[in-house]
């Protein structure tokens, strides 16, 4: 069954730290890219970050930039997400997303973890 499962979302101070884990089952990344996306009530879903598969690259959304560090454990079959000096306004669900680069292309789609950050 191909899953993947979010984790490490939560209540964290501003400036405070989380690392949000994405863990695939039933398939690997090979061939996949892994975004991280966020969506708050209201708002537009966001890709704050994604990882390339392969010889390795990041891109990071400028809201993030410096403070977000995307990563992957291909042993584990697992990406994290790395929040650092956290802000309210990164407060949303985090979803996690694999973009098949193959032919025929498909996604799948974690089921989310909420990051609130408040005092």
């Known amino acids: 069954q191909v899953q993947l499962v979010e984790s490490g979302g939560g209540l964290v101070q501003p400036g405070g730290s989380l690392r949000l884990s994405c863990a695939a089952s039933g398939f690997t990344f090979n061939n996949y890219v892994i975004k991280w996306y966020r969506q708050a009530p209201g708002k537009e879903r966001e890709m704050v970050a994604r990882i390339s598969s392969g010889i390795v690259s990041t891109q990071y959304a400028d809201s993030v930039k410096g403070r977000f560090t995307i990563s992957k454990d291909n042993a584990k079959n697992t990406v994290y997400l790395q929040m650092d000096n956290l802000k309210p306004e990164d407060t949303s669900a985090y979803y996690c997303?694999?973009?098949?680069?193959?032919?025929?292309?498909?996604?799948?789609w974690g089921q989310g973890t909420q990051v609130t950050v408040s005092s």
């Open positions: 997303n694999a973009h098949f680069l193959g032919y025929p292309t498909h996604d799948y």
